[in-house]
């Protein structure tokens, strides 16, 4: 577990009456999951277990959440807000959220995934897919293809987005553009990065420039 934002003793528990309330956010997609609360003790067994545990209003005690659904959610990290009352937990979800098998209890995940969530998600499946390999999986026969056969599909996938983005309409374009995203996130895994790793670089580079703008 990364357990980011760790000064967690200036939670104000007083404000309401021993419990914080709880946003958990999916730690990859940024798909908001579900709201609970916690008191003290119920923070100390998420820490220590490493599954999420709120104080149940209702039962009026500790709730591991999946206990008995299974559909635990794994802790990843948490943060304390600003005014110290309220936490945000990062976590990845085994299973759907809701009691009602939706992945988020606000909805469907279209309706609440941020619009590039989807990125994320596609790059912990090449992740599995690369631990995992899986028979008759097309992203394991990449992988045992080797990089240079890899290699040889995101040249050759960059080439037909070019194509298309000169002869093509928007949807060839697209197309492409998706089969040249996958192929590349394959062959990042392949040499133990991801997506990710790129979405740092290109935020370094525009925290570099907008600093050299001003």
């Known amino acids: 577990m990364n357990t980011i934002n760790t000064d967690l003793t200036r939670i104000d528990w007083n404000k309401g009456d021993g419990l914080v309330p709880v946003i958990v956010q999916h730690w990859q997609s940024g798909e908001v999951l579900m709201l609970g609360y916690m008191n003290a003790d119920a923070l100390a067994k998420t820490l220590a277990s490493g599954h999420v545990t709120f104080f149940s209003r209702s039962k009026q005690r500790l709730w591991m959440k999946g206990e008995s659904s299974g559909h635990v959610l794994t802790l990843k990290s948490v943060r304390v807000d600003c005014d110290a009352d309220t936490l ?61 056969r890899m290699a040889q599909k995101v040249g050759e996938e960059g080439v037909e987005v070019a194509l298309a983005a000169v002869a093509q309409d928007d949807d060839a374009l697209l197309g492409e553009s998706a089969d040249l995203i996958y192929h590349l996130s394959v062959a990042l895994r392949a040499r133990g990065l991801g997506l990710d790793d790129v979405a740092r670089v290109l935020e370094a580079r525009h925290v570099v420039r907008s600093s050299q703008e001003t």
Not at 111 to 130: I, S
Request: hydrophobic content about 35%.
């Open 88 to 148: 945000l937990v990062q976590a990845d979800p085994v299973g759907p959220t809701c009691h009602l098998l939706t992945s988020s209890c606000f909805g469907d995940r279209d309706a609440v995934r941020p619009p590039l969530g989807f990125l994320a998600e596609l790059d912990a499946l090449v992740e599995r897919r690369f631990a995992e390999r899986p028979e008759g999986s097309y992203t394991t026969r990449l992988f045992e293809g080797g990089i240079r």
